[in-house]
């Protein structure tokens, strides 16, 4: 178990220390998302496929699969054993189907096939929760609706002491007070970075880590 800080930050403290977090991160990683997509159509799709997968993974099988879909009508009418074939390597890949299968169906229904642009529409369709959502909204639209929090953003921010939810929605809330509006997709993104090749679940880098002294557990792990 890693040694915990003692007692609870003070606000203001916390928020100094999250800004410095902040421009660390800014200087280590490029805001980039490592999914391949050219319209908002193909992030949707890359980002239901990415679930337990990993992006080098889902940019391999979305390479033939973005030229054969090419609308979400494709998908909508796509035969769902043929599918789930497709997208077989990905893993879980017959609830990937169905979800893929179920929000296209439901975006051409209630959306004329168009991926709309606003929180509430997206969360709206079968298989988009919010971290979708906001990766969607982030990366495709340049909409800073909110902080997508998937695995890595979750284990960086416990180990930052950012956040001690366990739950993404109270995590989000809690980053979201820490990190200026106009920084929040950009900050997921780098976390993310930091998470998958320094901040990793089973043996993290902190020696030499750039956030290793604004890090309460750093050498703890």
Request: charged share 30%.
């Amino acid at each position: 178990m890693p040694a915990r800080s003692k007692g609870r930050e003070p606000a203001a403290a916390l928020k100094r220390r999250a800004g410095r977090i902040v421009e660390r991160l800014a200087e280590a990683y490029p805001a980039r998302i490592e999914l391949e997509f050219s319209n908002p159509l193909e992030l949707a799709i890359a980002t239901i496929l990415s679930a337990q997968c990993t992006d080098a993974r889902v940019n391999e099988v979305t390479k033939s699969l973005f030229e054969k879909y090419r609308t979400a009508e494709d998908y909508a009418d796509a035969d769902p054993e043929v599918l789930r074939d497709e997208i077989r390597s990905t893993g879980f890949f017959r609830n990937k189907t169905r979800s893929i299968v179920s929000f296209t169906r439901s975006l051409v229904e209630l959306h004329g096939g168009v991926v709309p642009g606003t929180m509430d529409e997206l969360v709206g369709l079968p298989g988009i929760g919010r971290k979708t959502a906001n990766v969607i909204l982030g990366s495709a639209f340049g909409v800073n609706e909110g902080i997508a929090v998937d695995t890595h953003v979750k284990r960086v921010a416990g180990r930052l002491e950012l956040s001690d939810e366990s739950d993404p929605d109270k995590i989000e809330r809690d980053l979201m007070k820490l990190v200026p509006r106009d920084g929040w997709t950009d900050f997921s993104l780098r976390m993310i970075q930091h998470g998958r090749y320094r901040c990793s679940a089973r043996s993290p880098q902190c020696d030499g880590c750039v956030l290793e002294e604004l890090c309460p557990t750093a050498g703890s792990w």
